[in-house]
């Protein structure tokens, strides 16, 4: 559960203001408070807060990151701007609009690495990067690496392998587009002469 105070960074609302101005008109505050108020004002000690997430949105749960305004639930009193507000009911009113939930994004595929080690099966790896984290609750990052089973039939420096006999690999036909000679240097797709 939140706090409902108000915080001790002298955070209050404009009708907070006004309401202290009434009272100093009615000659219900005292003068020496209103001399104090004069001065911390003139010396940057008091804030007068504006109501609103304009320019506060906060990542996570932020205790600070709160004004007094009308909330999303229509009542009017201690609200936040964090991301956490939105589980916890207590955003300010313009919170969807002041901070729109953005994703995360992330970069294209890398290309797939060769096998990890040839002559067997093998797996490969393709990769992608954030390039921006998710805020204000966005949709998480997806998985930023692939594994997929593989198995070449050279070693390292370019010679068929001797005995080759592994598991067979099933892969989408995608990947076999880069596949135009068999083993032993034939076209895959000689085609046929017909007589």
Known sequence: MRPVALTSRGTEDSNGDFLEFFLEMMGLLSLDRSALLVVATLFGMYQFAEGGCSGRCCEGTDFTCA???WRMDRVYGMCYCDE???KTKDCCFDYPTECPAQPCVVSEWSHWSGCAQPCQPSFRVRRRSVERLPQN?????PRLEEQAGCMEYQDHQGQFCASVQGAAFITTMEYSKGRTHDLY???????????
């Not at 609750?137 to 990052?141: R, V």
């Not at 240097?185 to 007589?195: E, F």
């Open 185 to 195: 240097g034939a076209p895959v797709d000689a085609g046929y002469v017909s007589l």
């Open 67 to 69: 004004t007094t305004d």
């Open 137 to 141: 609750s966005g949709q998480a990052c």
């Open 84 to 86: 956490k507000c939105l």
